[in-house]
């Protein structure tokens, strides 16, 4: 079993490091306190083929594996989680949901400007009484011959303001429960669709995260994305990836708050030591790197299984579980380690320390992981 990546994924990740240093780090607190969408950088990440990692070639995609796109996002959120939020709400659950449920006419003409990074996207499933419950669903659709009228709203939906193609989730038939759910396609600039009130978060504040509206929002049949009544069933499938995307961020994060804790250890110095000098500070150094580490493998094997077609329902919940948590950890402990300036914004670990706790929440708190995990191995146990 290789745990190593190859020279080309190593080649990836310098490539992201070295944009992520420059374009990304001398403005993350700017962006952060200002709550402003980085617009440019999401250009420039299209430009670079890494909005569309896992994109078939065939739809103008990097056609490579979620190896490559996991650490793709890990780069990313190692500077900013508000970055790699955005490209993973754009990738593994808006084009991936076309990817795994769309026709082909339907990938040729969304995945195509997704891929390059011409369109941005977004993914609409929670409501104010759905999340993890889909029966609480109330956004509904009701088909007028060939054409399916929406009305409802979505909340939580990051990039909502600003994506021009949106996949959403809406009931089609009530009496049929989770299997009476459908998704769609909307584009930007349909009538009756459109974003509302932008979330002011503690975390990710430079990553958008709206309320999505539809108010009499007609879109055409060939709009609906997979089998009617699917829609729901098709989200967890979705979710199995998506859950990655959340590990890999975490572990991004965890690490670069254990980076900046490696490094404020190594000079600030009491009673006339380094602090990294003492035991404390040293066990808990040994104890990020190590969880981090831990976190990181199982992040890549799960992509490595999904690359190879393989069920991840368990893996990619595991994985998110332990990275999350472990992000959250890392992150506290790196506020402890620089003490009293831990809680000061001119150093990176504060902002670390709010945008973890979002991994253990987003696409399905730890609690369902830890559901899902335990499904799982009772079912292959039966």
């Known amino acids: 079993m290789d745990f190593e990546l190859s020279e080309e994924q190593r080649a990836i990740r310098r490539s992201v490091r070295e944009f992520a240093e420059r374009a990304i780090r001398p403005h993350v607190m ?8 980085p617009r440019e950088v999401v250009r420039q990440l299209g430009q670079m083929g890494f909005m569309g990692v896992t994109v078939p070639v065939k739809y103008g995609g990097a056609g490579l594996g979620y190896v490559e796109y996991a650490t793709v996002v890990e780069e990313l959120a190692r500077i900013d ?9 754009h990738t593994s659950l808006c084009a991936g949901h076309i990817m795994e449920a769309g026709t082909e006419e339907q990938k040729s003409k969304y995945l195509a400007p997704l891929g390059c990074g011409e369109k941005l996207g977004c993914w609409s499933l929670t409501e104010p009484q759905a999340g993890s419950d889909a029966s609480g669903t109330r956004t509904v659709a009701r088909r007028e011959g060939d054409t399916w009228v929406l009305n409802g709203s979505k909340t939580f939906t990051s990039n909502g303001s600003y994506a021009d193609i949106c996949v959403a989730m809406a009931v089609t038939d009530k009496a049929a429960r989770k299997h ?49 009544g699917e829609g729901f069933v098709d989200s967890l499938k979705v979710l199995d990836q998506g859950r990655i995307s959340i590990a890999a961020m975490a572990v991004g994060m965890a690490q670069g708050a254990y980076e900046a804790s490696l490094a404020y250890a190594k000079q600030r110095r ?18 990020m790197a190590t969880e981090i580490e831990a976190a990181r493998m199982l992040t890549q094997r799960a992509a490595d299984r999904v690359s190879r077609g393989l069920n991840v329902t368990a893996d990619s919940a595991m994985a998110k579980l332990f990275a999350g948590e472990t992000a959250v950890k890392v ?28 991994c253990t929440i987003g696409e399905g708190t730890s609690e369902i992981q830890r559901l899902v995990i335990a499904r799982e191995l009772l079912r292959s146990t039966r």
């Open 30 to 37: 700017e962006w952060d306190e200002a709550q402003a969408f």
């Open 81 to 89: 989680g508000s970055v790699g939020i955005i490209v993973a709400a």
């Open 180 to 228: 009476g759910i459908s998704a769609f396609i909307i584009e930007r600039g349909t009538p009756g669709f459109r974003p509302g009130k932008k979330e002011n978060k503690m975390g990710l504040r430079a990553s958008d995260t709206a309320e999505i509206i539809f108010e009499e929002c007609r879109i055409p049949e060939a709009n609906r994305l997979g089998r009617l």
């Open 270 to 287: 009491q009673f006339g030591r380094a602090i990294a000098d003492f035991e404390a500070i040293q066990w808990k150094l040994a104890d």
């Open 331 to 358: 992150a506290n402990d790196a506020v402890q380690i620089h003490g009293g300036y831990g809680f000061i914004k001119d150093y990176p670990v504060e902002k670390y320390y709010r945008d973890a706790k979002l």
